[in-house]
Nanobody, 118 residues
Framework: QVQLVESGGGLVQPGGSLRLSCAAS????????MGWYRQVLGKQRELVCT???????NYADSVKGRFTISRDNAKRTVYLQMNSLKPEDTAVYYC????????????WGQGTQVTVSS
């Protein structure tokens, strides 16, 4: 069982920045593909970005050029730097960890609220 704990959410004005963090409990953190997803009430959870064990990143078109995912394996933490935030970025942001072996599945954090509003 892997526990993921997100932090860093909050209220920010349009055009502002926030950095989310997700700390993982597993000592095997470095082999997991890590990701950030977001969900607005009443809508499906959607992919924001992912980063593989090797550092390859993937971003949703809506956040390309504004958001950056990174990881620190020594700290067992993945980050999401969000710049030029827009009201439509408002959502609960969830951290996700996927083991390379399909049978071992994935894990979710509890989520952190990001609100972009003036």
């Amino acid at each position: 069982q892997v526990q993921l704990v997100e932090s860093g959410g909050g209220l920010v004005q349009p055009g502002g920045s926030l950095r989310l963090s997700c700390a993982a409990s597993t000592s095997s953190f470095s082999i997991y593909t890590m990701g950030w997803y977001r969900q607005v009430l009443g809508k499906q959870r959607e992919l924001v970005c992912t980063i593989t064990a090797g550092g390859t990143t993937n971003y949703a078109d809506s956040v390309k050029g504004r958001f950056t995912i990174s990881r620190d394996n020594a700290k067992r933490t993945v980050y999401l730097q969000m710049n030029s935030l827009k009201p439509e970025d408002t959502a609960v942001y969830y951290c996700n960890a996927v083991h390379p072996h399909p049978a071992l599945g994935g894990y979710w954090g509890q989520g952190t609220q990001v609100t972009v509003s003036s």
